[in-house]
């Protein structure tokens, strides 16, 4: 029978979702929680691969459980696991669905802060630019959904048979003191550090480092800079993952609450 796992994790003290030998990640503390419950091998599958020290405000994973069992399972493994790691629901699936090829849209938040604040060091990322252009950055947000092929912001573009996105959304966000940021953008897919690059590149444009058309040059010509520069991974939240069966609204409170500040549009 197959499971669909409703979760979310802070990302800061993991490599990040995937599984890799002699690295700490999320998928290999869930599977060895899965395994001290069930006492046999669990593997899981994600629906995507957060990078090191990315957090998730809502995640899925999918596992074959072919035992049947007569406990509180989400009970079970919240107690389990880290308390970076949380179990929301646990839901039986009809058939064989992907947790990673099914979703249609993955919804992704940065969050910057301006000002040190050592009660944000660990879920948005400082950078002291008390300068920052937001009327520059946000047209250079604008342009995002109006592009398909990716390729100049992305680490290693020929791994993948294409670099085409659909960013369906894009927006830039402040709060009333213009000391908190946040970027937020939804695609069917994106790249290996493709947000944090995009991040690093319209932060330049607000430091003036980067004209807005230099930055759609990059959409237009596709030529990969010489110098990526993504932005910290603090403060990049996968926050939201849609299937087209299922849709379930976050349930973290620490996001919704970042989320809930009167954020206005740039």
């Known amino acids: 029978m197959r499971y669909f796992f409703h979760i979310a994790y802070q990302g800061q003290h993991y490599n990040g979702w995937q599984k890799q030998p002699g690295i700490l990640s999320v998928q290999d503390v869930l599977e060895k929680a899965l395994l001290q419950i069930f006492k046999t091998t669990i593997p899981i599958i994600g629906c995507g691969r957060t990078d090191a020290h990315v957090h998730a405000s809502q995640f899925f994973f999918h596992a074959d459980i ?33 947790a990673r090829f099914d979703a249609v849209q993955r919804q992704y938040d940065y969050f910057i802060h301006t000002y040190k604040d050592p009660f944000l060091s660990t879920q948005s990322s400082f950078y002291l630019e008390e300068q920052l252009d937001l009327q520059q950055m946000k047209a250079a947000v604008n342009l995002l959904p109006e592009y398909k092929d990716y390729r100049a912001f992305c680490t290693q573009p020929d791994k993948y048979e294409h670099t085409i996105c659909n960013v369906m959304d894009a927006g830039l966000f402040v709060n009333a003191k213009g000391d908190r940021i946040r970027f937020h953008i939804a695609s069917n897919r994106f790249l290996s550090k493709m947000i944090r690059i995009l991040m690093g590149k319209i932060l330049k444009v607000g430091k003036g480092d980067l004209s807005v058309d230099e930055f759609e040059n990059l959409l237009i010509t596709l030529e990969t800079p010489k110098l990526l520069e993504p932005a910290h991974p603090t403060g990049l939240y996968l926050s939201k993952v849609t299937y087209p069966y299922l849709n379930l609204p976050p ?10 500040i009167d954020w206005l549009s740039v």
């Open 66 to 98: 072919e035992q049947g069992y007569d406990f509180d399972l989400l009970y079970r493994l919240n107690k389990a696991l880290p308390q970076n790691i949380a179990i929301f629901d646990i839901i039986k699936m009809e058939g064989l669905p992907h």
């Open 251 to 260: 349930r973290t409170e620490f996001l919704n609450a970042m989320q809930g």
